[in-house]
């Protein structure tokens, strides 16, 4: 019975999508641009990396003629062989907005199809009724913030003060998102996951996408650090996605990473998690090498788009790549007849764009199997396309959306 594995690389996209203009993002391309940095030199950084990208084992796969479906331009230093190794393509979102859990779930066969609720406000950004609701249900003397901000400066601004007084700090961002840090043992890892749960049922009316728990730890008057105990407290996704497709086919599940949490932890099997991208790939590899006949895997890379694409750091992100290139063997290496291990990304998040925001692009999608030659998938009209694909290669029930290629 086969198996399959599908391979999120979080923010990886591959050229702006065709109604990248309602977003405000014609010519973002994560992958384009940070070539194109490479090869000028402008993510050179000492004692990381150096030069143009270099992707060699993504390129055999067909990484280039992907990203070419998209833009019509092979990305600098990415050329292929006559024959790729996998079958290659792009895909487009059809979802409302950019944000994660909209390309994981339409990736997995179900799009959104109502509007995302945000806080466009900088500053006061979350309302007052909420916040206060929020306070009641915390038990909290107050909060901290409450505006637009970076995680890891929000932190540092209001650490020592959220020490002192026992107050969350709240904030959000252009996402679709309510993030709550506090102090892993001050305030409590509990606790919070308790607070972020309370704050997750006050935010379904307004379809907030996700609440965010984000713990930290550190001493006044700093420097205060994020934990690897980041919690996302999702919306529940649309019934019938690939998920609850395995799951009512009584297939194995393994998800790693931030998936379970995407997917509100519905039908996610075996979740496993590790901080970072590394410990995500030796989850993958472990997975693989246990997986039963008929199961799937469904992994979340996370640090290309928390680590460096809302940093706008180019030449980490480039580096990020390359390590991920660089161990790509050990994944393929796990692959037994008749698998699929398919690669693809949820949205872009391009270093080089203005911003900290997700860009609206196409993603790349890769489809291996061992010993079949490549092909062309051409440009899919719907990321749903590949949950679609996965399903009827285990030979389960269709999702919602998607046509298998």
Same mark, same amino acid.
Request: hydrophobic share 40%; net charge negative; aromatic share 8%.
């Given at each position: 019975? !086969?198996?399959?594995?599908?391979?999120?690389?979080?923010?990886?996209?591959?050229?702006?999508?065709?109604?990248?203009?309602?977003?405000?993002?014609?010519?973002?391309?994560?992958?384009?641009? &940070?070539?194109?940095?490479? !090869?000028?030199?402008?993510?050179?950084?000492?004692?990381?990396?150096?030069? #143009?990208?270099?992707?060699?084992?993504?390129?055999?796969?067909?990484?280039? *003629?992907?990203?070419?479906?998209?833009?019509?331009?092979?990305?600098?230093?990415?050329?292929?062989?006559?024959?790729?190794?996998?079958?290659?393509?792009? !895909?487009?979102?059809?979802?409302?907005?950019?944000?994660?859990?909209?390309?994981?779930?339409? &990736?997995?066969?179900?799009?959104?199809?109502?509007?995302?609720?945000?806080?466009?406000?900088?500053?006061?950004?979350?309302?007052?009724?909420?916040?206060?609701?929020?306070?009641?249900?915390?038990?909290?003397?107050?909060? %901290?913030?409450?505006?637009?901000? $970076?995680?890891?400066?929000?932190?540092?601004?209001?650490?020592?003060?959220?020490?002192? $007084?026992?107050?969350?700090?709240?904030?959000?961002?252009?996402?679709?998102?309510?993030? &709550?840090? !506090?102090?892993?043992?001050?305030?409590?890892?509990?606790?919070?996951?308790?607070?972020?749960?309370?704050?997750?049922?006050?935010?379904?009316?307004?379809?907030?996408?996700?609440?965010?728990?984000?713990?930290?730890?550190?001493?006044? #008057?700093?420097?205060?650090?994020?934990?690897?105990?980041?919690?996302?407290?999702?919306?529940?996704?649309?019934?019938?996605? %690939?998920?609850?497709?395995? =799951?009512?086919?009584?297939? =194995?599940?393994?998800?790693?990473?931030?998936?379970?949490?995407?997917?509100?932890?519905?039908?996610?099997?075996?979740?496993?998690?590790?901080?970072?991208?590394? +410990?995500?790939?030796?989850?993958?590899?472990? /997975?693989?090498? $246990?997986?039963?006949?008929?199961?799937?895997?469904?992994?979340?890379?996370?640090?290309?788009? $928390?680590?460096?694409?809302?940093?706008?750091?180019?030449?980490?992100?480039?580096?990020?790549?390359?390590?991920?290139?660089?161990?790509?063997?050990?994944?393929?290496?796990? +692959?037994? /007849?008749?698998?699929?291990?398919?690669?693809?990304?949820?949205?872009?998040?391009?270093?080089?764009?203005?911003?900290?925001?997700?860009?609206?692009?196409?993603?790349?999608?890769?489809?291996?199997?061992?010993?079949?030659?490549?092909?062309? *998938?051409?440009?899919?009209?719907?990321?749903?396309?590949?949950?679609?694909?996965?399903?009827?290669?285990?030979?389960?029930?269709?999702?919602?959306?998607?046509?298998?290629?």
């Amino acid at each position: 019975m !086969a198996r399959a594995a599908l391979i999120v690389l979080d923010s990886f996209g591959v050229g702006h999508a065709p109604d990248a203009q309602v977003y405000g993002d014609q010519g973002a391309n994560t992958l384009g641009n &940070i070539a194109k940095a490479c !090869a000028q030199g402008r993510a050179d950084h000492p004692g990381l990396r150096s030069g #143009p990208l270099h992707m060699p084992h993504f390129a055999a796969l067909g990484l280039g *003629l992907a990203a070419e479906c998209a833009g019509g331009i092979v990305p600098v230093g990415l050329a292929a062989p006559v024959t790729p190794a996998a079958a290659y393509g792009s !895909a487009i979102e059809t979802s409302r907005g950019k944000d994660t859990p909209s390309g994981h779930w339409e &990736i997995a066969g179900a799009p959104v199809d109502f509007d995302w609720g945000y806080f466009p406000a900088l500053t006061d950004s979350i309302p007052k009724d909420l916040v206060a609701a929020l306070i009641r249900a915390g038990d909290l003397p107050g909060v %901290l913030g409450n505006c637009h901000a $970076s995680g890891t400066q929000i932190i540092e601004q209001f650490g020592a003060e959220h020490c002192a $007084s026992g107050k969350p700090i709240i904030y959000t961002s252009v996402d679709s998102v309510l993030q &709550i840090a !506090a102090h892993e043992t001050r305030f409590g890892l509990e606790r919070l996951y308790a607070l972020c749960q309370a704050a997750r049922a006050l935010c379904n009316d307004r379809h907030i996408g996700r609440v965010i728990a984000r713990p930290f730890t550190g001493d006044a #008057p700093g420097p205060f650090l994020r934990t690897g105990n980041r919690r996302d407290f999702a919306m529940p996704p649309p019934l019938g996605n %690939l998920l609850d497709r395995a =799951a009512e086919a009584g297939r =194995a599940i393994i998800t790693i990473g931030k998936i379970g949490d995407i997917f509100a932890h519905r039908a996610t099997g075996q979740e496993r998690h590790g901080f970072g991208n590394e +410990a995500n790939i030796d989850a993958t590899l472990n /997975a693989l090498k $246990s997986l039963p006949e008929g199961g799937l895997i469904f992994a979340n890379y996370v640090d290309f788009d $928390s680590e460096f694409g809302h940093r706008r750091d180019i030449a980490g992100y480039a580096a990020a790549l390359e390590r991920l290139d660089a161990r790509l063997p050990e994944i393929l290496g796990q +692959a037994r /007849a008749g698998d699929l291990i398919v690669f693809t990304a949820d949205h872009g998040n391009d270093p080089t764009w203005r911003g900290t925001d997700h860009t609206r692009e196409q993603v790349p999608v890769l489809a291996y199997q061992r010993g079949i030659a490549g092909f062309a *998938l051409g440009q899919r009209p719907s990321f749903a396309d590949i949950g679609a694909s996965l399903a009827r290669h285990l030979g389960i029930g269709a999702p919602i959306k998607g046509t298998s290629w």
